[in-house]
């Protein structure tokens, strides 16, 4: 099932979000529900708060898409991230152009360690503890945002912030059009 995606402006955006305990109800299906809604919107990363549910679950999945056949491939970097936490950034920060669900139609380059070590549990209460580098690395660190109240439009400098008010604003006044649905 395709839920809705809330956007800048919502406050679920700005909370900070609840630990995923094993008796949370129908997990398997809302993890399915939160796959579903991130391919539909050509996302590659989708927290739960951006589905208005303030818990600690991220879905990770990368489709490669062709253009020629106007179709997708099989999905790389797929993960669930139940509770992830960051315990070590290493090597050097970079620059990688990130946009969001809930921020339609912006896109800017945010500076983020290249690599974390991470720990988090799977869809099937696997614990992991991984240092992990590349679009993994990139789009955990942006979901983990995600479940800390932040979005990626908060780490960019005041002036380029600035500069993408009205757009922002159009977004907390629902004034974008998306081809996924928003509430
Ligand atoms: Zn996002």
Redesign the pocket.
Do not use: I, R, T
């Given at each position: 099932m395709i839920l809705p995606i809330i956007g800048l402006g919502h406050p679920t955006l700005r909370k900070v979000a609840q630990p995923v305990t094993k008796d949370y109800p129908n997990l398997k299906e809302l993890i399915a529900n939160m796959f579903e809604t991130m391919y539909n919107a050509d996302?590659v990363?989708?927290?739960a708060p951006?589905v208005d549910l303030s818990i600690r679950l991220v879905t990770i999945g990368v489709r490669p898409y062709n253009e020629k056949t106007d179709t997708y491939g099989e999905p790389t970097d797929v993960h669930v991230l139940i509770n992830p936490e960051i315990l070590e950034f290493k090597g050097e920060k970079e620059y990688f152009n990130?946009?969001?669900?809930?921020?339609p139609d912006i896109h800017e380059d945010v500076l983020r360690p290249e690599r974390i070590v991470m720990h988090w549990w799977d869809e099937n209460w696997e614990e992991h503890t991984e240092e992990i580098d590349g679009l993994f690395a990139r789009i955990a660190q942006?979901?983990i945002?995600?479940l800390d109240g932040k979005?990626?439009t908060d780490r960019l400098s005041p002036l380029r912030r600035t500069m993408l008010k009205r757009r922002m604003n159009d977004i907390v006044n629902k004034k974008v059009h998306t081809k996924y649905r928003m509430k």
């Open positions: 996302g990363g989708l927290a951006q990130e946009g969001c669900l809930s921020v942006h979901e945002d995600h979005v990626f």
